[in-house]
């Protein structure tokens, strides 16, 4: 083998063994503890089974998936409503559920009848229960900003510096 052979195979090696060293290493660092589901509530059992009765008498699951539970017959594309409350206070789904038109405040691009639609007929105690309810449902702060890390990423392909 000539001199110059000995020097590229030597390179080779080398680079071989650092991107073999770089792969073991990301192998260790991503071994992270498992933190358990990040999805929790604050409302008592009775709270939450009173929303849940309201909930479900309003056909709310045929488009949304609250506890993993959703309509399966149904593709409606609605938003997961596990941790909304660490998004909104309860004021904020109050006036939401009242709205005439739910899209002057959260705008759709959704075809019409897989949007949100208006519960300004619903009597007010079960707008009241349901917003305390949705108020309630609570994300772990690690997942919420694992997921707006993952978000901002996904839309502007930049690094996300909290
Ligand atoms: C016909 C399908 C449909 C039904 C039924 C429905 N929703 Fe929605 N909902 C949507 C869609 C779609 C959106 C996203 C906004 C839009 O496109 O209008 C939404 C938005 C929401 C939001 C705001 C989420 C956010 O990201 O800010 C909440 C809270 C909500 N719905 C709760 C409910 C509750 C509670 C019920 C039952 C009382 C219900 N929805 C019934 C389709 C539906």
């Known amino acids: 083998m000539k001199r ?4 590229v195979l030597g390179i080779i090696a080398v680079v071989v063994l650092i991107l073999m060293a770089r792969n073991f290493w990301s192998i260790e660092t991503t ?10 509530s604050t409302a ?3 709270q939450a089974r009173d929303a849940m009765v309201i909930y479900d008498q309003n056909n709310c699951k045929k488009c949304h998936s609250l506890w993993t539970v ?3 017959m ?12 660490s998004l909104h206070d309860e004021e ?11 899209q ?20 007010e105690h079960d707008r009241h229960v349901l917003a305390s309810y949705m108020a309630s449902l609570k994300v772990k ?22």
């Open 4 to 7: 110059g052979e000995k020097v």
């Open 31 to 40: 071994k992270v503890k498992d933190r358990g589901i990040p999805y929790y």
């Open 44 to 46: 008592t059992p009775e």
């Open 70 to 72: 959703k309509d399966l």
């Open 74 to 85: 149904e593709s409606v594309p609605a938003p997961i409503l596990d941790g909304i409350g």
């Open 92 to 102: 904020w789904f109050y006036r939401y559920f009242s709205a005439a038109d739910p």
């Open 104 to 123: 002057s405040i959260v705008p759709s691009r959704l075809k019409k009848e897989w949007r949100m639609p208006s519960y300004q007929q619903l009597p």
């Open 141 to 162: 702060d690690w997942y919420l900003e694992e997921t707006r890390k993952a978000e901002y990423e996904k839309l502007t392909g930049k690094a996300y510096k909290p």
